[in-house]
């Protein structure tokens, strides 16, 4: 099939690569030239395991190009995807500007049948309104609109993708289920089809759902501390119940990234729109902001009340292993409050440092965690990087000024933390 994409942003690129390698023709198009002069080079504007060597590869069998030319793009295309950015507006509205101009460009030239396939997580509602607009700049309806969302996490999204657990096809007539069905034949994955609104439901509910999960388990690690229970065994003695599964049940400091905190608060304002108060979502973001502080909390106690002028190691800044990507981070608010209490901060991220720098004013990066850890009162864990599991605990030993560690993403067992010298705290677990 001929495929085009519009918005080469983190899934956009993503999609483009994948649908290309499984055989599709795939064109990749944006407004941003020098994004597109880059791409065209090899060069990829975003970390994500696999994704260069899968875009070289398929750019190479000529499967997959990029260009700034929607007219070359939308010719000859069966399904144009819209997949642009949708971030939130200061007021909490969804900014749909970009998703507008986008179906703009491609009324623009739609001369004959296109599926138009919606994949930007937007409010419900929001494809029957393009559909309208679509209809209002091209003179005519000689197409189809579907919402199909993406469930693919950063830093496995390319396996995400080949082994998706389902589709979900939002959709109006069987030609556009036809053709969706089509484009996902070889991912060999279960499809929900459904209409419009049903499916743009489904990403929002998904996410507040797993969002949910994680609040969830963050409460009962907070009442754990204070019961003498073990917050890693409660996950795994109620995980093995397969109605609850194993998954997002790692209690820590919350959650961050670009996807739940948005669609958490857009999920709320939906519902306000049409008059009802999502009470539960509402408190899952207050427990997951509120969690954040929780290491800092730890610290004070650990140390005795003043942060002023103590150097504390942060070992972890983005807000997920294996992803440079900062946005939404606890770190951010984490590292704000520690510098407002005058600590002297010293973080260490294997990727995330230079992004930290551009939100996080001031902040002192190095290049190692021995660097960090050298001289310490305390070391503070706060992204569950592999590399810290093999940490020599005995060397940070003799090197902190001080041995307190405060793990915010239970990255170390209790019993081995026991052998050693340490005052360590962690979350929802015994101190
Ligand atoms: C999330 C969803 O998992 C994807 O299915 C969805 O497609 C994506 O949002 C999106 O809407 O685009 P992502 O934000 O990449 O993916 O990251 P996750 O792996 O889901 O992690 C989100 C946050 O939850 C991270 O800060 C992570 O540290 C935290 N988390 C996750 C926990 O605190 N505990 C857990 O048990 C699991």
């Not at 395991?49 to 070359?72: C, H, M, T, W, Y």
């Not at 996902?184 to 929900?192: I, M, N």
């Not at 994680?214 to 003498?228: H, P, T, Y």
Request: proline share 3%; net charge neutral.
């Amino acid at each position: 099939m001929n495929i085009c994409i519009i918005g080469t942003g983190y899934v956009g690129l993503v999609s483009g690569a994948c649908y290309s390698d499984i055989g599709h023709n795939v064109t990749c198009i944006d407004i941003n030239k020098e994004k597109i002069e880059s791409l065209n080079k090899g060069i990829v504007p975003i970390f994500e395991p696999g994704l260069e060597e899968l875009i070289k590869k398929n750019v190479k069998a000529d499967r997959l190009k990029f260009s700034i030319e929607f007219e070359q793009g939308i010719q000859g295309a069966n399904i144009v995807y819209l997949i642009v950015g949708t971030d939130p507006l200061s007021n909490g509205e969804t900014d749909l500007t970009y998703l507008k101009e986008a179906a703009k460009s491609v009324a623009k030239y739609l001369t004959d049948y296109k599926l138009i396939a919606i994949k930007s997580t937007v409010p419900v509602g929001t494809c029957r309104k393009i559909k309208k607009l679509i209809t209002k700049e091209a003179g005519h309806s000689n197409f189809d609109i579907a919402s199909n969302p993406e469930f693919l996490r950063e830093g496995s999204a390319i396996s995400d993708t080949f082994n998706m657990e389902r589709a979900v096809f939002g959709v109006e007539t069987d030609r556009a289920e036809k053709l969706l069905r089509k484009l996902h034949e070889k991912f060999k994955t279960k499809v929900v089809v459904t209409n419009l609104e049903s499916s743009e439901m489904i990403k929002y509910a998904a996410n507040a759902f797993l969002a949910t999960k994680i609040s969830f388990i963050n409460e009962i690690a907070n009442v754990c501390e204070k019961v003498g229970a073990d917050v890693t065994k409660v996950s795994e003695g109620i995980g093995l119940d397969h109605r609850i599964s194993p998954f997002f049940l790692n209690a820590g400091i919350g959650y961050g990234g670009s996807c739940f905190p948005k669609d958490t608060s857009s999920l709320v304002k939906i519902a306000e729109e049409v008059g009802y108060d999502f009470k539960i979502v509402k408190d899952v973001e207050r427990v997951n902001y509120e969690q954040r502080f929780k290491v800092i909390e730890k610290l004070k106690e650990a140390i005795g009340g003043k942060l002023k002028g103590k150097r504390i190691a942060v070992l972890g800044l983005a807000f997920k292993p294996n992803t440079d990507d900062m946005r939404g981070a606890p770190s951010i608010d984490i590292i704000y409050k520690l510098q407002q209490c005058e600590a002297n901060i010293i973080a260490y991220d294997p990727i995330a440092s230079e992004n930290a720098k551009k939100i996080i004013p001031n902040l002192k990066t190095t290049n190692s965690i021995l660097e960090a850890a050298n001289g310490a009162h305390a070391l503070i864990i706060l992204t569950e990087w592999p590399e810290f599991q093999d940490i020599d605990l005995e060397v940070l030993e003799k090197i902190m000024d001080n041995n307190v560690i405060i793990d915010g993403r239970n990255v170390f067992s209790i019993s081995m933390m026991k052998s050693l010298d340490f005052y360590y705290a962690s979350i929802g677990r015994e101190t």
